[in-house]
Nanobody, 115 residues
Framework: QVQLVESGGGLVQPGESLRLSCAASGSTSSIYAMGWYRQAPGKQREVVAA???????NYADSVKGRFTISRDNAKNTVYLQMNSLKPEDTAVYYCRRWEGNSVYWGQGTQVTVSS
C-alpha cells in the first residue's frame, strides 16, 4: 500500500505563488507516474498537471506557463509550483500516483485565491 500526503495549500492573493507537495510513503515503487488534480465547488475533478515515469509532463491549458510539476525521487515527493495564481484556481488539489495497475490518491489540500 502507498500513502500520499499533500501539503502547502493555503489562502493567497491573486498573483501570488504557492508550492504544493505530495509525499509518498509505504510500499512505493521507483517506477511511477504522478498527477495533480483539482476540484472546485460544484465542478468535476480535473487534471491540472501530470508527469510520466520517464519525466514527460503535460498541463491543462488553463495553467500552462504558470504551474510546474516536478519530483524529487530521493524524497519520494512530487511538487506543484503554482505562480500567478488566479481566483479561478481556487479548489481542493489532489495528487494521484500510478504504480503498475494501482492508483493512489491523497486526501487533498485547499487552495484559495482571493483578495
Amino acid at each position: 500500500q502507498v500513502q500520499l500526503v499533500e501539503s502547502g495549500g493555503g489562502l493567497v492573493q491573486p498573483g501570488e505563488s504557492l508550492r504544493l507537495s505530495c509525499a509518498a510513503s509505504g510500499s512505493t515503487s521507483s517506477i511511477y507516474a504522478m498527477g495533480w488534480y483539482r476540484q472546485a465547488p460544484g465542478k468535476q475533478r480535473e487534471v491540472v498537471a501530470a508527469m510520466t515515469s520517464g519525466g514527460s509532463t503535460n498541463y491543462a491549458d488553463s495553467v500552462k506557463g504558470r504551474f510546474t510539476i516536478s519530483r524529487d525521487n530521493a524524497k519520494n515527493t512530487v511538487y506543484l509550483q503554482m505562480n500567478s495564481l488566479k481566483p479561478e484556481d481556487t479548489a481542493v488539489y489532489y495528487c494521484r500516483r500510478w504504480e503498475g495497475n494501482s492508483v493512489y490518491w491523497g486526501q487533498g489540500t485547499q487552495v484559495t485565491v482571493s483578495s
